[in-house]
T-cell receptor, first 116, second 114 residues
Framework: GAVVSQHPSRVICKSGTSVKIECRSL??????MFWYRQFPKQSLMLMAT?????????EQGVEKDKFLINHASLTLSTLTVTSAHPEDSSFYIC????????????FGEGSRLTVL | GENVEQHPSTLSVQEGDSAVIKCTYS??????FPWYKQELGKRPQLIID?????GEKKDQRIAVTLNKTAKHFSLHITETQPEDSAVYFC?????????????FGQGTELSVKP
């Protein structure tokens, strides 16, 4: 089956610093990747959609300058949380879809961000 | 945009009983409805999905029904077991060739008591 790997699984950082999370499709080309954020006991909220080689499309209310998304290749998308604050602490999950996969989405393991 | 409502938020059943979770969606253009099971701290796992050209789909103890006219779909789990305890999410999307974004419901925390 298709595998999506996310790294790091856990990260703790100080307030004001930036953190980068990577999402890789290991055995297929991911033409589209989605980034979600999940607060404790809540649902997955879509943050943005990224297509390889083009700018990400952000959902309403998501600050594009704070959550930088790069999808430079068909196997890698990155989410950078800039100037992180404690309220950014959350579980960030990526998902990917690719051509020839009948549109199914595959999720990464998720990254638990804690901002002190 | 699409909005997905899910009920109930919590559900407690006795082992062996059935569990039903219901979702409604707002965008009539949505045509793909997956259900995910998520254990604490882990990624969502697809358990079953249904496309808009089908009214019902079954996979062993799990079934999903879809009513396009009413814009609602339901997950049915029969003969529940303690290992079914988890949070379940419904989702909806418009599936083009390469897949559209998934919009999730609020989630249902299912507890199966032995």
């Amino acid at each position: 089956g298709a595998v999506v790997s996310q790294h790091p699984s856990r990260v703790i950082c100080k307030s004001g610093t930036s953190v980068k999370i990577e999402c890789r499709s290991l055995d297929f080309q991911a033409t589209t990747m989605f980034w979600y954020r999940q607060f404790p006991k809540q649902s997955l909220m879509l943050m943005a959609t990224s297509n390889e080689g083009s700018k990400a499309t952000y959902e309403q209310g998501v600050e594009k300058d704070k959550f930088l998304i790069n999808h430079a290749s068909l196997t890698l998308s990155t989410l950078t949380v800039t100037s992180a604050h404690p309220e950014d602490s959350s579980f960030y999950i990526c998902s990917a879809s690719g051509s020839g996969r009948a549109g199914e989405l595959f999720f990464g393991e998720g990254s638990r961000l804690t901002v002190l | 945009g699409e909005n997905v409502e899910q009920h109930p938020s919590t559900l407690s059943v006795q082992e062996g009983d059935s569990a039903v979770i219901k979702c409604t969606y707002s965008d009539s253009a949505s045509n793909y409805f997956p259900w995910y099971k998520q254990e604490l701290g882990k990624r969502p796992q697809l358990i079953i999905d249904i496309r808009s050209n089908v009214g019902e789909k079954k996979d062993q103890r799990i079934a999903v029904t879809l009513n396009k006219t009413a814009k609602h779909f339901s997950l049915h789990i029969t003969e529940t077991q303690p290992e079914d305890s988890a949070v379940y999410f419904c989702a909806a999307s418009m599936r083009e060739n390469q897949g559209g974004k998934l919009i999730f419901g609020q989630g249902t925390e299912l507890s199966v008591k032995p």
